[in-house]
T-cell receptor, first 115, second 113 residues
Framework: NAGVMQNPRHLVRRRGQEARLRCSPM?????VYWYRQLPEEGLKFMVYLQKENIIDESGMPKERFSAEFPKEGPSILRIQQVVRGDSAAYFC?????????????FGPGTRLTVT | DQQVKQNSPSLSVQEGRISILNCDYTNSMFDYFLWYKKYPAEGPTFLISISSIKDKNEDGRFTVFLNKSAKHLSLHIVPSQPGDSAVYFC????????????FGQGTELSVKP
């Protein structure tokens, strides 16, 4: 399967713990995006990364959230000291970055539940 | 600040008929629009896109229409099939904001046999 992979699919954390969400883009894609979907809402952009670079983090909360896309390995979205309001579905998407076409291809998501 | 709006939370259509899903936007800088389909507990699946230099794009049963003066786009599905039942999201982007997609709230389509 050459699609976008995310793991884990489900993650349960207690308040105050850390959550790490992983995303492997489609083969040949060098651009990764993270989105969050709260219940009954659309997807909200969080961050856009290329290998070893954060391009746009305008949608990231100022505290507790960070993202990386290292030279080797998957992209990681890290949430420190989780709170109940962080419970949501987190989707990763990737694109080849070819100009003119802006389609992004999404993974199955990680559903984070904070208890 | 909801820049992309889907004002109908739900739509019910008979199998074989046309489904029309609507989307409005406020930012005139948007120049590329996309439609995604989403089943429960899955990620969004790309359906069809349109650049602002066009007013129509067709792919099989799916056609997207863009009315730039009205800042409105619509997705037509003809004929509708029960397997089309899902939540449909429209999304928009503009070249000056890199790859960031701005999504509407979604419309849940139900196609009844």
């Amino acid at each position: 399967n050459a699609g976008v992979m995310q793991n884990p699919r489900h993650l349960v954390r207690r308040r105050g713990q850390e959550a790490r969400l992983r995303c492997s883009p489609m083969k040949g894609h060098s651009h990764v995006y993270w989105y969050r979907q709260l219940p009954e809402e659309g997807l909200k952009f969080m961050v856009y990364l290329q290998k070893e670079n954060i391009i746009d983090e305008s949608g990231m909360p100022k505290e507790r959230f960070s993202a990386e896309f290292p030279k080797e390995g998957p992209s990681i979205l890290r949430i420190q000291q989780v709170v109940r309001g962080d419970s949501a579905a987190y989707f990763c998407a990737s694109s080849p970055g070819t100009s003119g076409r802006r389609e992004q291809y999404f993974g199955p998501g990680t559903r984070l539940t904070v208890t | 600040d909801q820049q992309v709006k889907q004002n109908s939370p739900s739509l019910s259509v008979q199998e074989g008929r046309i489904s029309i899903l609507n989307c409005d936007y406020t930012n005139s800088m948007f120049d590329y629009f996309l439609w995604y389909k989403k089943y429960p507990a899955e990620g969004p699946t790309f359906l069809i896109s349109i650049s602002s230099i066009k007013d129509k794009n067709e792919d099989g049963r799916f056609t997207v229409f863009l009315n730039k003066s009205a800042k409105h786009l619509s997705l037509h599905i003809v004929p509708s099939q029960p397997g089309d039942s899902a939540v449909y999201f429209c999304a928009a982007s503009h070249y000056n904001q890199g790859g960031k997609l701005i999504f509407g709230q979604g419309t849940e389509l139900s196609v009844k046999p």
